[in-house]
């Protein structure tokens, strides 16, 4: 089975489209619909029919572009079911643990409440895929618009448990401002001040910044390393826990 052919590419003003085809059924996925005209493009310009809108929360630069993309391809629309009054045009509700059929692979959904209270992963384990929408992304998290910093760690502690080749796709380019935080509370991290060089070079280019790794995020994602006792030490917060520490460093990102 070859790879599934994964486009990534920038719309709005930050946010990221992503299109998922397999040239063997022909099946096409777009993450989310952050703008419908974008997106369209990129399917006419693959020759790509469009099959599957898979949702993974439903703030409107996430979902404007359903309704447009259902008029022309009358995809199957997956969302989460916590959020279906808040998803127009949904065809499929999921929850936590339900797997569906994507291109003859298994797409397993992960609840990551915290940035909304309902969103949810896409997790791909044959093609080591995840689609993190708005909860993790490179070098940082989603803001807690919806959930506590319970909710949030406890996300992204589960995103962190999957394998450490999983490439990550994210729905925002926050990465460069996300590691200029980072290096602030995570001084003596030689990885991170490794890629921080590498991302500025890449923004310089106008490149993206992702696809990242799990392994990647856990070696300078701050907010994957509340456990890292050079980083407590940095906070003062040697005897917390981890989501003292998780808390914390959320405020701080907050206000820088
Ligand atoms: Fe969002």
């Known amino acids: ?55 993974t929360h439903h703030h409107p ?48 959904v992960i609840a990551t409440p915290g940035h909304t209270s309902g969103h949810i992963c896409f997790y791909l384990p044959e093609e080591d895929l995840l689609f993190a929408g708005d909860t993790l992304f490179a070098l940082g998290c989603g803001r807690l618009f919806e959930g506590s910093p319970e909710d949030m760690f406890g996300s992204l502690a589960r995103l962190a448990a999957l394998p450490d080749q999983t490439r990550v796709y994210c729905g925002h380019e926050y990465t460069q401002s996300n590691g200029r935080f980072a290096v602030t509370v995570d001084p003596d991290n030689q990885a991170l001040a490794e890629r921080m060089k590498e991302i500025d070079d890449l923004r310089a280019r106008g490149l993206p910044t992702l696809p990242t790794t799990i392994g990647f995020e856990k070696r300078t994602n701050p907010f994957l390393r509340t456990g890292d006792p050079s980083l407590r030490k940095h906070l003062g917060m040697e005897a917390a826990s981890d989501i003292e520490v998780f808390a914390e460093l959320r405020r701080r990102k907050d206000r820088f």
């Open 1 to 55: 089975m070859t790879r599934l052919m994964i486009d990534q590419f920038s719309c709005r003003q930050d946010n990221f489209g992503v299109i998922l085809h397999d040239p063997l059924t022909g099946d096409t996925a777009s993450i989310d619909a952050p703008d419908g005209a974008v997106i369209a493009r990129r399917l006419e310009e693959g020759g790509w029919r469009l099959t599957h809108l898979l949702m």
């Open 61 to 108: 630069d996430h979902v404007e572009g359903i309704a447009a993309l259902a008029e022309t391809w009358s995809p199957e629309i997956i969302g989460p079911d916590a959020e279906k009054a808040k998803i127009a045009g949904l065809t499929r509700t999921v929850s936590d643990g339900d797997t569906f059929d994507f291109a003859g692979r298994s797409v397993n």
